[in-house]
C-alpha cells in the first residue's frame, strides 16, 4: 500500500522534461478514458463504473480510508452515484514510465435546468481526484491507483 501511494504521490509531484514529448498521446488517453467514466455516469451503471477499475485497485477516498479492489471500491461507487449525475474535466495529463498516464480531473455534479431547454450546467467540488491509468492488455486503460482530494458532493454538509 506505502509503496502504491508513493508512486502515485511520485507521479502526480513530478515534473520532468522528459514527459514534454508524450503530452499528446496522455492527452489522448485522459480524454478517452474521461469520456468513458462519463458514459458510465450518464447511465447510472455501478458496474460499469467499477469495470474502469483494475481488479486490484486502490482508491484512496477524501476522509483517508483506502478502498482495495472490486467491491470496496463498489461500496464507495454505491454511496455517491445515488446523489445525482455526475462528469469528470479534464485538468491536467502527465506521462510515466511504465505505461502509465496521470490524470488530474475535477469530479462535477451535473445539473438540468427545468426552463425547457435542458442546458447542462456542472457544479465542481471542491476537490481533485488523481488517477494513475494502466494500459491494460486488451489494449483499454484503467485506473491502477485514484487519490480523491477534497471532500465529495455527497458528504458537503
Avoid at 454511496?79 to 462535477?108: C, H, P, W
Avoid at 467540488?125 to 480523491?148: F, H, I, N, P, T
Wanted: net charge neutral; hydrophobic share 40%.
Amino acid at each position: 500500500m506505502r509503496r502504491s501511494l508513493g508512486l502515485l504521490l511520485l507521479l502526480v509531484t513530478t515534473v520532468g522534461t522528459g514527459w514534454a514529448a508524450e503530452i499528446e498521446p496522455a492527452r489522448l488517453v485522459a480524454e478517452k478514458t474521461a469520456a468513458e467514466w462519463n458514459a458510465a455516469f450518464e447511465r447510472g451503471q455501478l458496474d460499469a463504473i467499477v469495470s474502469l477499475y483494475e481488479d486490484n485497485a486502490m482508491l484512496l477516498q477524501p476522509n483517508g480510508v483506502v478502498a482495495h479492489g472490486g467491491s470496496e471500491i463498489r461500496a464507495f461507487w454505491q454511496k455517491l452515484i445515488g446523489q445525482g449525475e455526475y462528469a469528470m474535466d479534464i485538468i491536467s495529463v502527465r506521462a510515466a514510465q511504465n505505461g502509465t498516464v496521470v490524470a488530474a480531473v475535477r469530479f462535477s455534479d451535473v445539473k438540468t435546468l427545468e426552463n425547457g431547454n435542458h442546458q447542462r450546467l456542472h457544479y465542481r467540488y471542491d476537490g481533485v481526484v488523481y488517477s494513475v491509468l494502466r494500459q491494460q492488455s486488451d489494449g483499454r486503460w484503467k485506473a491502477e491507483v485514484q487519490r480523491w482530494d477534497g471532500e465529495p458532493p455527497s458528504q458537503r454538509g
